[in-house]
């Protein structure tokens, strides 16, 4: 029972995330032509952090198959590879698929520090032998 809820609690932090993303992403582009403040460019460039960490942390607090932590990621790394790829391999296809990646991968790389966290909070508090 305790499981289900922080799924679903993890489950609404990321949804709220990522539309909260969708809205920064679309705003960006409602007048033309563009004129996005540093800020803005800010948090189009970062703020897809916050939804890769809660996916992250959903993913690592369900049961199964351990490759399932290497999912997130792969989101992102996958088409961000190929759109490099399919740009011939020249320099600016690599610098923007990693301006696209960077930020969720570190979202990643936070959700599985603080569960590796957790993990080691729960086993230092449980009694020994």
Same mark, same amino acid.
């Given at each position: 029972?305790? /499981? ?12 709220? &995330? ?5 809205? !920064? +992403?679309?705003? &960006? ?6 004129? !996005?403040? %540093?800020?803005? /460019? ?8 916050? #939804?890769? +960490?809660?996916? /992250?942390?959903?993913?690592?607090? @369900? ?9 997130? #990621?792969? @989101? ?13 391999? /020249? ?5 923007? &698929?990693?301006?696209? =990646? !960077?930020? %969720?991968?570190?979202? =990643? ?15 230092? *508090? *449980? #009694?020994? %032998?």
């Amino acid at each position: 029972m305790k /499981q289900n809820k922080v799924d679903l609690v993890l489950l609404g932090c990321f949804l709220l &995330a990522l539309v909260a993303y969708v809205l !920064i +992403f679309g705003s &960006a582009f409602l007048e033309l032509p563009l004129n !996005i403040s %540093p800020w803005h /460019q800010f948090l189009l460039l970062s703020f897809h952090l916050v #939804p890769a +960490f809660f996916l /992250q942390l959903l993913v690592c607090h @369900m049961t199964g198959s351990v490759w399932r932590l290497a999912l997130p #990621p792969a @989101m992102f790394l996958v088409p961000a590879l190929v759109f490099a790829l399919c740009t011939g391999g /020249q320099l600016l296809g690599w610098v923007l &698929a990693g301006f696209w =990646c !960077i930020a %969720p991968l570190l979202g =990643c790389a936070l959700g599985w520090l603080v569960w590796g966290a957790v993990l080691l909070a729960r086993r230092l *508090r *449980r #009694p020994g %032998p």
